[in-house]
C-alpha cells in the first residue's frame, strides 16, 4: 500500500527557512530515486523539486539549487527537505514520492512572505 505523509509547511518570511519531512510506506521508500515536488499556485502541473538516490546521491531543480537541501533515513523510511535562503516564488504545496512519483499524499503548505 502506498502512503505518503508530508509535514513542516509553514508560513515563513523571505530569507527564512524551513525543515519539511515525509514518511513514507516500504513501496514508496524501495524506490531507488526519492523526490520532493511542488505545486505552486495557478499551476495545474507539479513540477520536480529535488531528488535523492539509495546511495546518497543529489540533484536539484535550477530553481533551489544552493538552497535547499534533500536527505534521507534509510531506518526510518523518512525524506526530508531542508528549505534555507526562501523566496516567496518558493510559496508551494510540497509533496514527497518516488521519481517516478506513484500516488500522491496530501502535501504540505509552504508559505513565503516579502
Known amino acids: 500500500q502506498v502512503q505518503l505523509v508530508e509535514s513542516g509547511g509553514d508560513l515563513v518570511q523571505a530569507g527564512g527557512s524551513l525543515r519539511l519531512s515525509c514518511t513514507l510506506s516500504?513501496?514508496?521508500?524501495?524506490?531507488?530515486?526519492l523526490a520532493w515536488y511542488r505545486q505552486t499556485p495557478g499551476n495545474q502541473q507539479r513540477e520536480w523539486v529535488a531528488?535523492?538516490?539509495?546511495?546518497?546521491?543529489?540533484n536539484y531543480a535550477t530553481f533551489v539549487k544552493g538552497r535547499f537541501t534533500i536527505s534521507r533515513h534509510n531506518a526510518e523510511n523518512r525524506l526530508f527537505l531542508q528549505m534555507d535562503s526562501l523566496l516567496p516564488e518558493d510559496t508551494a504545496v510540497y509533496y514527497c514520492?518516488?521519481?517516478?512519483?506513484?500516488?500522491w499524499g496530501q502535501g504540505t503548505q509552504v508559505t513565503v512572505s516579502s
Open positions: 531528488r535523492i538516490g539509495k546511495n546518497g546521491s543529489t
Open positions: 514520492n518516488g521519481l517516478p512519483p506513484s500516488t
Open positions: 516500504d513501496a514508496v521508500f524501495a524506490f531507488n530515486n
